[in-house]
């Protein structure tokens, strides 16, 4: 199935809910965003607001009550369970705040893990790109213990580019990470979007991580209230302070 082949994803006035009854929660209430191609945006929001179900059902990992959510040009809702997995595999990328590496991989084997499981070729010249991004040549036969944890988050990173995804989809990349690591992480991010042309969404709490986004969107209550555009740290922690009982769209 079709959709609008211009934006990497799309979410059309999206409904979720968890519970039922007097128990009922509205995680989403009717949100409508697009992400272009080749950009980097962060989603924030308070504790409760709905940013992490959004990524979740941008990706394919939770369901929607109603509305439409597409990757490209394939309808994620419409999809069964093979179609998901196999949307998952290679069209979207995954980085967490846990690694989620193997421990009896090496670095290369965890990154190109995905592609193995997919019975796809590595493609050595966008590997090595890759690797040299993230500065990896010289720990590539380390396995996850013998890494510090930027290393092995930059291991993830690389593992969700290898296979050209249409997204990459960030959930506090940086939360189990110090600074210095943080930040090269984060750079590797916005590199990836202005370099390689890569879309990246990243759900984060931190103003800092933010400012390093193209674009920043701000959720509450289950739906989307602002919107920043290259985005300083202070104006992102400007905004997540004026947040509270504000609901109107400023574009900046």
Partial sequence: MTGNVGAAARAVDVWKSYGTG???????????????????????????SGKSTLM???????????????????????????????????????????????????????????????GQKVDRAWFDTV?????????????????SGGQQQRVACARALVARPEVVFADEPTGNLDSRSGAEVLGFLQRSARDFDQTVVMVTHDPNAASYADRVIFLADGRIV??????????VLDTMKSLDGDDRLVVA
């Fill in 131 to 147: 690797i040299d991004t993230v500065g990896l040549r010289d720990r590539l036969t380390h396995r996850p213990t013998q890494l």
């Fill in 56 to 118: 979740h059902c941008l990706a394919g990992l939770d369901t929607i009550d109603s509305g439409d959510v597409w990757i490209g040009g394939t309808k994620v809702n419409g999809l069964r369970d093979k179609g998901l997995t196999e949307l998952r595999r290679s069209q979207v990328g995954f980085i967490f705040q846990q690694f989620n590496l193997l421990p009896t991989l090496t670095a290369e084997e965890n990154i190109t893990l995905p592609l193995a499981i997919g």
């Fill in 226 to 235: 602002r919107e920043l555009h290259h985005p300083t740290a202070a104006d």
């Fill in 22 to 48: 007097e128990a009922a929660v509205t995680a989403l209430a009717g949100v409508s965003v697009e992400f272009d191609r080749g950009r980097f945006t962060a989603i924030m929001g308070p504790s409760g």
